[in-house]
């Protein structure tokens, strides 16, 4: 008994959609707000793209992680890479198709987070069209086109499906390719099982290919994905041996499925086995990092996190601010009630292999997160909303069945499928209007949602990208994170992150105006800029940050005495002073970079008797500012503070000198700069 006529179908699917969208993209540029650095660490990647950069491209210093994948075998430079290296490495999809939204809607937070919203709508469809391709037709019992219409509307709904679809990350955008490769799957199973000759036919063989090719092509998208075949390793020898028949007409289909996913998935495959490095990097970061590992016990960690993922799916969800509303469990009331009469009904039919596929399809995406070391972890349970949904969807239709033959019994004509479908979708609206009031209420409305998103960032990235081209920009003090800013500026070379407060100031390029931003607790760096720029100014202090302004016309150097050595054409010294100050001897360095550099040099200052002999030094990188940060034309300003000992004589002329060298191995970069000689009074 269909409940709904296949020639309408479409009006309840194209509503079912268009919530969808609703729910993905409204407000998608403001919420959640600003914008997290693993979507702008994506998004840095993407621009590169546009911009034709080659890579590997690295930001805030991953190319120290990238060096130990590669201390065996170079990294090989190309215009279009199969994996993305940094941030513990990625798969590519999502990054060219975020590339291709940056080109089309510029550098923004819609931009990136249009890409999972729209495979979030997409994954909706193909959620309608897995359920009707298992659970349709003379598998439905009777349910028509209900089951479908109901795991789409579930997956339209349900809360972490709809947070993930605007996270710029890559999660839901694998969940469209997972359940198209099971809609194939069971199509062609469909087909073979309604005709003759045993499903030879070029359209059935075609179903089943396509289905192995997107096997393969979701190791493209989502770490996950390596798990998913797991659903036909386990399935397909347990539905052979049960249907010795299934076996004559289907082992070759599945041979093929195995080729055709092996060879989708060979560029990628042959990728880790050159570099095994980022095969397992990111695996074992996320299985050992979290509250709920247990160090040294994997196999308890994954124990007990499977009690973790049981209760985050009903009443103890993931409290994680940035991947959910805190606590909330994954199903809402409803939906918990309906799941879990739909896996009833599916333990019941486990026979059957279409229940016993679904069931399998459920566990198997549970265990990205079970494997994780902070389970319950919504984000990676992504894998599991399809299978959730359609447990969800069968467990209405078996509600809507019981009331219709407890109404027919006792209503006349057809009021008592009106009503019996009416209550049941009365249910999922509720639901609909219980995660609208959740996602966009409550979650919007946290206070701490700002700060996780780090919107504050992306204010002062926006602020920086709106001063002039050829203005030097500086951030004080350093962060290990930076990406935010640095796709708001759009440029990662255009900003410079310093410690200002270890002493160290990178004056700018003569000529040209400079911006420091300062966090508003730095008030040391404060102080330093305001001493050593009297003409600078202090902007309205923003969200977050102290705008400050030293004017093109402001002298960069302010050294007592001038000096033009170049140490190897890299560094030049452009300036010095020396001041006692009782039992130290503070040496002010002027450099100017007259290169890229690549290393991080260690400056030196000596000072030496009438003989010759060292009787003071200090040995350290320059505070705050390591030397490979360094722009080519600026000027960096330096203090060093040489302890001076009791026995060296007043008065007697000591000779000054200083220079870079690199560490460990103690190269000096070119010949050591000779001051002159200074006389120590007191």
């Given at each position: ?31 959640p ?30 190319e ?5 994948a ?13 994996f993305?290296?940094g ?24 931009a ?6 729209a ?10 069209l897995?359920?009707r ?47 198209l ?28 290919l ?101 209760r985050?799916l ?39 292999p ?37 447990l969800?969807?069968l ?34 609206v ?17 206070p ?11 204010q002062?990235?926006l ?6 081209q ?8 350093t ?34 105006e ?7 607790g ?8 305001q001493?050593?720029?009297?003409e ?7 969200e ?13 150097n ?6 033009d050595?170049?140490f190897?054409?890299t ?14 001897l ?17 400056a ?6 009438p ?12 505070a ?35 220079g870079?060298?690199t560490l460990?191995?103690?190269?000096a ?14």
């Amino acid at each position: 008994m269909g409940v709904i006529n296949r020639r309408v179908l479409w009006l309840p699917l194209t509503a079912v959609l268009i919530l969808a969208a609703f729910f993905r993209f409204w407000q998608l540029g403001i919420m959640p707000p600003g914008l997290y650095h693993d979507e702008a660490y994506n998004g840095l990647d993407a621009l590169s793209l546009t911009q034709g950069k080659n890579f590997p491209q690295f930001y805030e210093g991953w190319e120290l992680y990238a060096a130990d994948a590669h201390a065996d075998r170079a990294a090989q430079e190309t215009r279009f890479p199969i994996f993305f290296e940094g941030n513990y490495g990625r798969e590519p999809l999502h990054i060219y198709l975020m590339a291709l939204s940056v080109a089309l809607l510029g550098a923004t937070p819609f931009a990136i987070r249009a890409v999972p919203a729209a495979a979030g709508v997409i994954a909706v469809l193909t959620t309608f069209l897995a359920a009707r391709a298992l659970l349709n037709g003379r598998h439905s019992e009777g349910r028509g086109n209900l089951v479908p219409l109901l795991a789409a509307f579930t997956m339209a709904v349900l809360y972490p499906a709809v947070h993930f679809s605007r996270f710029g990350l890559r999660a839901m955008v694998f969940v469209p390719v997972e359940t198209l490769a099971v809609a194939c799957f069971w199509w062609g199973i469909n087909r073979a099982e309604g005709q003759p000759g045993q499903g030879r036919d070029a359209g059935t063989w075609l179903l089943f290919l396509v289905s192995g090719g997107l096997l393969g092509f979701g190791l493209y998208i989502f770490a996950a994905a390596r798990l998913f075949p797991l659903v036909w390793i386990i399935f397909i020898p347990i539905w052979f041996w049960r249907e010795r028949t299934a076996f004559g007409r289907h082992w070759r289909h599945m041979v093929g499925m195995a080729v055709a996913a092996l060879l989708v998935a060979l560029p990628l495959l042959l990728f880790f086995l050159r570099y095994p490095y980022f095969f397992v990097f990111r695996i074992a970061y996320v299985a050992n990092k979290g509250k709920g590992a247990v160090e040294g016990k994997p196999w308890l960690t994954w124990l007990l996190n499977v009690g973790r993922v049981i209760r985050g799916l009903f009443w103890q969800g993931e409290t994680h601010l940035r991947h959910n509303l805190p606590g909330r469990p994954y199903f809402d009331l409803f939906q918990a009630i309906l799941f879990l009469l739909g896996l009833l009904q599916s333990l019941r039919r486990f026979l059957m292999p279409r229940y016993l596929f679904i069931l399998f399809w459920f566990v198997v995406m549970l265990m990205p997160s079970i494997l994780s070391g902070d389970a319950p972890h919504f984000g990676r349970l992504s894998g599991a909303a399809a299978p959730a949904a359609i447990l969800v969807a069968l467990g209405g239709a078996w509600l809507y069945e019981k009331l219709v033959s407890v109404l027919q019994e006792r209503l006349e004509g057809a009021r008592g499928n009106t009503i019996a479908l009416a209550s049941v979708l009365l249910l999922f609206v509720a639901s609909a209007l219980w995660t609208g009031q959740d996602y966009f209420g409550r979650y919007a409305q946290h206070p701490d949602l700002a700060h996780d998103f780090y919107l504050a960032d992306w204010q002062l990235g926006l602020f920086a990208a709106g001063q002039a081209q050829d203005t030097s920009l500086y951030l004080t003090p350093t962060q290990e994170e930076l990406a935010t800013i640095f796709f708001a500026v759009e440029d990662p070379g255009r900003l410079r992150n310093y410690n200002g407060a270890e002493g160290v100031i990178p004056a700018g390029k003569p000529g040209t105006e400079t911006v420091y931003l300062l966090r508003p607790g730095d008030q040391a760096s404060l102080e330093a800029l305001q001493s050593y720029f009297p003409e600078g100014s202090i902007e309205l202090e923003r969200e977050g940050f102290i705008p400050f302004t030293a004017p093109a016309t402001a002298p960069r150097n302010r050294t007592e005495h001038a000096a033009d050595f170049s140490f190897g054409g890299t560094i030049m010294l452009v300036g010095w002073t020396a001041e006692r100050r009782e039992d130290t001897l503070l040496v002010t360095l002027a450099w100017q970079a007259e290169a890229d550099m690549d290393k991080d040099y260690t400056a030196f200052v000596h000072l030496s008797g009438p003989d010759g002999r060292l009787v003071a030094q200090l040995d350290r990188p320059p505070a705050g500012y390591p030397t490979s940060d360094w722009q080519v034309g600026e000027i960096v300003v330096d203090r060093y503070a040489v302890p001076l000992l009791d026995d060296l004589i007043v008065g007697e002329d000591i000779s000054l000198s200083t220079g870079f060298y690199t560490l460990p191995a103690l190269e000096a970069l070119g010949e050591t700069a000779d001051l002159g000689t200074i006389s120590l009074q007191k």
